[in-house]
């Protein structure tokens, strides 16, 4: 499927700005943190939450300071199909999607965004944007690792850090662990720290996210889920629309669509999402290397209950051409829990991962075991029709 980067968005300064630049904690509050990328597959309802600038600044002003983003739940883009609340009519400059089982608290002072990841009081993930550099990226990393007990790096290491794409941008992503003691209270020890940081001259964003190490790992993907849904407000990323049912494989915009599959309704993350039975096939685009491969690949193995694959287990796995690329694939049966919970019964799991530096597609299909056996030959020629 064509898809086509988009720069920086039309972000504007808010009034109030000119107000919060001249408070001397602009540069050393809290911003929000990174770690390992995954491909995010939401099987969960999202909420979605909202934010728009006030219009009138020029380009050389954009990303200004927040106001109070929509409430969790609450929808304001005009073009969400999925759309049932009312918008804010005062709202901050980008958009987001809040993860399923994460919890909305109220913006304070600098951030848009204060969330709970799954509901856990001991953890906390935050949404800064600033005017300017925000003190640039490598300050900012090492104010973190000293709340993290660790020592500063320097600007070869930050250099060397990995990359995220965030609004058409590389945003540098890195998971800390240590004795967490925030803005400097009792260090927490076995804590984590996964932060993201997108620093241009006219804007800064920020995402941090902390709280015990098994936590954050459980929920890394949802943290990347959340980094990757940051948008321009009212930019739409519905999928091209196309014919209800395939014909002897009926060619779409971008794919062909296989004999007896049809359109299914449109989900948060995905690109594409078809309906074949009971069966289900989606595609994922995310920016950089979305975590890696290995971890993509096991994380749909635990979903079906089977341990982790080596790396001589990878190495061996068939592959398929997903963009012109050849990317492995795994086959795999089990109790399916996917992002949910058990539903006791068996599925088939098929799924596709190319995992690049420049970006990332990922191909699941999940359905009945009976029923996916006939539909293996038609998941592969699906996938080899992509169109990039």
Not at 3 to 16: E, H, L
Not at 58 to 79: C, E, I, L, M
Not at 83 to 105: D, H, M, R
Not at 181 to 189: A, L, Y
Request: with cysteine; aromatic share 8%; glycine share 12%.
């Amino acid at each position: 499927m064509k898809t086509t980067p988009r720069k920086a968005p039309g972000f504007q300064f808010v009034k109030s700005w000119q107000s919060l630049v001249g408070s001397a904690v602009l540069v050393s509050l809290t911003a929000c943190g990174v770690g390992d990328t995954a491909e995010i597959e939401v099987q969960r309802d999202l909420t979605r939450s909202y934010g728009r600038a006030e219009v009138g600044a020029t380009s050389a002003d954009r990303f200004g300071a927040a106001k109070t983003p929509a409430a969790d739940g609450q929808h304001n883009h005009s073009t969400d199909a999925q759309s049932n609340g009312t918008a804010a009519p005062n709202a901050a400059p980008l958009e987001w999607i809040v993860p399923a089982g994460w919890e909305s608290k109220a913006p304070t002072s600098m951030r848009l965004a204060n969330l709970v990841p799954a509901g856990n009081p001991n953890s906390e993930c935050t949404l800064t944007l600033l005017g300017g550099n925000g003190g640039g990226a490598l300050s900012n990393v090492n104010r973190w690792r000293a709340q993290m007990g660790l020592g500063a790096i320097d600007q070869a290491a930050m250099d060397a850090i990995p990359t995220m794409s965030v609004l058409g941008y590389d945003a540098s992503f890195f998971q800390l662990e240590g004795a967490y003691s925030g803005m400097g209270g009792e260090p927490k020890p076995d804590w984590s720290m996964l932060g993201l940081i997108l620093s241009r001259e006219q804007f800064t964003i920020f995402v941090k996210m902390n709280g015990p190490t098994d936590l954050v790992n459980a929920e890394r993907s949802n943290f990347f889920a959340f980094c990757a849904s940051l948008r321009e407000p009212g930019a739409n990323t519905a999928p091209a629309a196309a014919s209800n049912q395939g014909a002897a494989g009926t060619q779409q915009k971008g794919y062909t669509m296989p004999a007896g599959w049809s359109v299914g309704p449109q989900k948060s993350m995905r690109t594409l999402n078809l309906l074949a039975g009971d069966s289900e096939c989606y595609l994922i685009l995310l920016g950089g290397e979305a975590g890696g491969l290995a971890a993509n690949l096991n994380r749909w193995m635990g979903e079906v209950g089977l341990p982790d694959l080596t790396s001589t287990e990878i190495a061996a796995l068939p592959t398929v051409n997903l963009f012109g690329v050849s990317a492995s694939m795994i086959e795999v049966t089990g109790n399916y829990k996917g992002m949910g919970d058990n539903d006791g019964l068996a599925r088939t799991v098929f799924g596709v991962a190319l995992v690049r530096s420049t970006g990332s597609a990922f191909v699941k299909m999940v359905g009945p075991s009976d029923e996916m056996a006939g539909e293996k030959q038609h998941f592969i020629e699906f996938v080899e029709s992509l169109e990039e």
